[in-house]
């Protein structure tokens, strides 16, 4: 099922943003499974006074497993050659929580750059640094000065300090997060006129999790995968009888 319609003629634009995140859902079989979201946006554009929506954003979603991610990131590619001007794209931001089927995506992408979801960041850096205000503060200073020197010298001596001993604590899980996406803060200090932010963790419980797995109940995959389609497509603003007609129209 498509979750796009085709326009007449392409948009010219020089900046895309696309936002990744994942569900995590229940297999009849008793194990866990993921539901893969994207969804791709022009910005953001306030509608009333403290209220912002994202501009003519069309959702992707599935299981997709393994080497099957890049069938999922060949869909949206699909759908922005048929909706913009490749030509005229200069930049893709790519915002997500540095899994690696997303960071799969900016190496996929023409012109793509990562960006790390700051609400992951934050997470980390709260589990590791706790109450100490003070050196939180520098740490987020450090982060948007891109001074990675900095950051590693305030989480070293945050483990001095709490007498840390081995790689399983939130200090060295903090600073090897940071350290493995180092690409995707460094973007908030080259590109920080453009980055508007990212919102995968509501868009997720609002267009997956609401269905798939905020109730007590379980999955097949075929049947998980079918279901993210369909929330997909209704997040697009599709009206799935419309889709059922043009497929058979097309069928005649």
Request: net charge positive.
């Amino acid at each position: 099922l498509q979750t796009y319609e085709k326009p007449k003629t392409k948009k010219e634009i020089e900046t895309l943003y696309i936002e990744a995140d994942e569900d995590h859902i229940h297999l009849q079989n008793g194990k866990p499974d993921i539901v893969k979201l994207i969804y791709v946006h022009e910005g953001k554009q306030t509608i009333t006074k403290g209220r912002n929506e994202l501009k003519n954003a069309v959702y992707f979603s599935g299981v997709y497993e393994g080497e099957k991610v890049e069938e999922l990131w060949k869909e949206v590619w699909e759908y922005i050659v048929s909706t913009y001007n490749e030509d005229k794209i200069k930049r893709i931001y790519v915002s997500g929580d540095g899994a690696e089927w997303i960071k799969f995506g900016v190496k996929y992408l023409p012109n793509a750059v990562y960006v790390l979801d700051l609400f992951h960041l934050q997470k980390y850096i709260t589990a590791a640094i706790k109450e100490d205000k003070k050196t939180k503060r520098e740490l987020w200073k450090a982060i948007f000065k891109a001074d990675k020197q900095k950051v590693n010298e305030l989480l070293t001596q945050k483990y001095k300090e709490l007498e840390l001993n081995g790689t399983e604590n939130p200090v060295t899980k903090c600073q090897t997060y940071i350290n493995n996406n180092w690409d995707g803060i460094n973007s908030y200090s080259l590109y920080k006129k453009e980055i508007t932010g990212c919102s995968a963790e509501s868009h997720v419980s609002h267009v997956l999790s609401e269905r798939l797995s905020s109730r007590p109940i379980s999955w097949s995959k075929v049947g998980a995968h079918k279901m993210a389609k369909l929330r997909a497509i209704k997040a697009s603003g599709i009206l799935l009888k419309d889709i059922i007609l043009k497929q058979q129209y097309e069928c005649l």
